[in-house]
């Protein structure tokens, strides 16, 4: 990000034609330029949103607000010259700029086009998050929002971590200056916005309780019940008391921390999926007891966190009416809980590594064996 680029001459010529000038864009008090790599541009930008891969640029950013429910607000032009990607606001409008020929020599360095939506993301995340609007310029803790942003949205389309840090890891800077952090704290906030997805989103579920009673499955959550031969020391924290759908808070439709202290303290935080988690936060991540809510008001999960991670003792609740109840350890079930299914029985046992054991036992609907 930076708050004052080289460019004495921005042309953006509008949908209507006429050209929209901004002379020493740059150069106005609390003007917001962030660029993807923290480094200048050219002094003559010309822009031109008619140009033919214009129409690719928007699908793409198409396909990466769809996983978070949100249209596209903002406008996608192309500007030659730039040598880089990058998002701003000209007389209440607000753009995304980019230099076709810098994206496809990023593709094609680091092999993947993970590397260009990646890129996109973090610029969209800075329009989402307010930061092109706020009037404080280019700052370092918006940077770490907005990669924090990408790597959640990169997880919701199906790209693994080291695919998520690709651009970064080609394009960051090894040192920290005025308006970018150093290399390592953008990959770390990568990192926390997909770990933070496959929190909310684990990659494996349990699939039946038939195939339980053969064969050990993937299950993301764990659960502990007295109701068997297992002994579990119950958490007081988490309650057996059955699930009711609530409505999302009217006050809850806007996206980050609503309410309270989301950095060292007690508060709400909303995700771009509108899930929300309402808890105890350190240093930005979830940590000690909270609950989280899908988009729908309807509860989640409730227990305990470790770094953003679910951790400890929790319940975990399915969307298809299944429940975990159990320990957790880098946010998924390990060690003794029971799985509860909607149409009626359990597993009770061992879970490792999010698999159930064959060190415990499937009951039926009568609590029989």
């Given at each position: 990000?930076?708050?004052?680029?080289?460019?004495?001459?921005?042309l953006l010529s509008t949908a209507f034609g006429s050209p929209l000038l901004a002379q020493s864009v740059?150069?106005?008090?609390?003007?917001?330029?962030?660029?993807?790599?923290?480094?200048?541009?050219?002094?003559?930008?010309?822009?031109?949103?008619?140009?033919p891969s214009n129409g690719h640029a928007e699908k793409v950013v198409d396909r990466i607000l769809r996983p978070i429910g949100l249209m596209r607000n903002f406008k996608v032009i192309e500007c030659s010259h730039t040598d880089n990607c990058f998002a701003t606001v000209l007389k209440g409008q607000r753009f995304i700029v980019y230099d076709g020929a810098f994206m496809q020599k990023i593709e094609e360095e680091t092999e993947t086009d993970w590397?260009?939506?990646?890129?996109?993301?973090?610029?969209?995340?800075?329009?989402?998050?307010?930061?092109?609007?706020?009037?404080?310029?280019?700052?370092?803790?918006?940077?770490i929002e907005a990669d924090k942003f990408s790597g959640f949205v990169l997880h919701q389309l199906g790209a693994s971590l080291e695919e998520s840090l690709v651009a970064v890891r080609a394009l960051g800077n090894e040192r920290a200056t005025s308006t970018h952090p150093a290399r390592p704290a953008r990959i770390d906030a990568i990192r926390k916005g997909w770990m933070e997805?496959?929190?909310?989103?684990?990659?494996?579920?349990?699939?039946?309780?038939?195939?339980?009673?053969?064969a050990p499955r993937p299950v993301?959550?764990?659960?502990?019940?007295?109701?068997?031969?297992?002994?579990?020391t119950r958490s007081p924290a988490v309650s057996r008391a059955p699930v009711t759908p609530k409505a999302t808070p009217a006050g809850l439709s806007r996206v980050g921390c609503v309410?309270?202290?989301?950095?060292?303290?007690?508060?709400?935080?909303?995700?771009?999926?509108?899930?929300?988690?309402?808890?105890?936060f350190e240093e930005g991540d979830k940590h000690g007891e909270g609950t989280e809510y899908y988009a729908d008001g309807k509860l989640k999960y409730k227990g305990n966190f470790r770094d953003n991670l679910r951790s400890d003792y929790g319940a975990y609740y399915y969307q298809n009416g299944d429940k975990y109840v159990g320990w957790f350890q880098k946010n998924v079930s390990n060690g003794k809980?029971?799985?509860?299914?909607?149409?009626?029985?359990?597993?009770?046992?061992?879970?490792?590594?999010?698999?159930?054991?064959?060190?415990?036992?499937?009951?039926?609907?009568?609590?029989?064996?």
């Open positions: 990000m930076k708050a004052a680029l080289s460019l004495p001459i921005l740059g150069a106005r008090a609390g003007a917001f330029i962030c660029n993807y790599t923290g480094r200048g541009t050219s002094p003559e930008v010309v822009c031109a949103p008619k140009t590397s260009a939506i990646s890129i996109m993301a973090h610029e969209i995340g800075h329009h989402l998050q307010g930061h092109t609007i706020d009037g404080h310029g280019g700052q370092p803790i918006k940077e997805a496959e929190a909310m989103y684990p990659k494996t579920r349990m699939a039946g309780k038939s195939a339980v009673a053969t993301p959550s764990g659960t502990a019940d007295r109701r068997s031969e297992t002994t579990v309410s309270g202290d989301c950095t060292d303290g007690k508060g709400i935080f909303v995700y771009p999926t509108r899930e929300r988690y309402a808890g105890e809980g029971t799985y509860f299914f909607a149409e009626g029985g359990r597993f009770v046992g061992v879970f490792r590594n999010g698999q159930p054991t064959r060190d415990g036992k499937m009951y039926n609907e009568e609590g029989a064996e």
